[in-house]
T-cell receptor
Framework: NAGVTQTPKFQVLKTGQSMTLQCAQDMNHNSMYWYRQDPGMGLRLIYYSASEGTTDKGEVPNGYNVSRLNKREFSLRLESAAPSQTSVYFC??????????FGEGSRLTVL | RKEVEQDPGPFNVPEGATVAFNCTYSNSASQSFFWYRQDCRKEPKLLMSVYSSGNEDGRFTAQLNRASQYISLLIRDSKLSDSATYLCVVTRSGGQNFVFGPGTRLSVLP
């Protein structure tokens, strides 16, 4: 998916393990987002970053931390994974007013 | 109550049929409105923006009723390739806070 690259695409963790989901863009846009998608729930915003060095909590930030050290990268960290964090995670950036451009997603299973 | 609600479906329609999806939103301060399409196990992609005057893109027509806080998407002459989940999206103040509905699943049958 040109423009937004997420890694890893799949991950299985045990409860209590930590991991970081990476997101990198080459589209030179400021606003970046992390969403999670669960059946019947739609996409829910975890964290948002308006620009390098700034981050804001979204609807479901508990259990997650983020880092936006530069314009290009926005990472999502799970310090102590829980089964409730089993989900599909999408990184996105806002390319115009109203259009979100998504990465291909990262499927996380926590056992 | 969810901020953005949609009929989850699934809608199973034959090829060539016309199908309409509805979406309601609860925040009267919502500013912008969109329909996204999501194929199975893929990322969402913008289908079209929704304007107050209504807008059309080929076989797709979107309508917005701000007074009733209601958005619709009409698909004419359905194709097999239209099979997907359609997500209704609104933005809150500032235009950067996107709120997604749970999606409506469409299956177009041969």
């Amino acid at each position: 998916n040109a423009g937004v690259t997420q890694t890893p695409k799949f991950q299985v963790l045990k409860t209590g393990q930590s991991m970081t989901l990476q997101c990198a863009q080459d589209m030179n846009h400021n606003s970046m987002y992390w969403y999670r998608q669960d059946p019947g729930m739609g996409l829910r915003l975890i964290y948002y970053s308006a620009s390098e060095g700034t981050t804001d909590k979204g609807e479901v930030p508990n259990g997650y931390n983020v880092s936006r050290l530069n314009k290009r990268e926005f990472s999502l960290r799970l310090e102590s994974a829980a089964p409730s964090q089993t989900s599909v995670y999408f990184c996105a950036l806002s390319v115009n007013t109203g259009e979100l451009f998504f990465g291909e997603g990262s499927r996380l299973t926590v056992l | 109550r969810k901020e953005v609600e949609q009929d989850p479906g699934p809608f199973n329609v034959p090829e060539g049929a016309t199908v309409a999806f509805n979406c309601t939103y609860s925040n009267s301060a919502s500013q912008s409105f969109f329909w996204y399409r999501q194929d199975c196990r893929k990322e969402p992609k913008l289908l079209m923006s929704v304007y107050s005057s209504g807008n059309e893109d080929g076989r797709f027509t979107a309508q917005l009723n701000r007074a009733s806080q209601y958005i619709s998407l009409l698909i004419r002459d359905s194709k097999l390739s239209d099979s997907a989940t359609y997500l209704c999206v609104v933005t809150r103040s500032g235009g950067q806070n996107f709120v997604f509905g749970p999606g409506t699943r469409l299956s177009v049958l041969p």
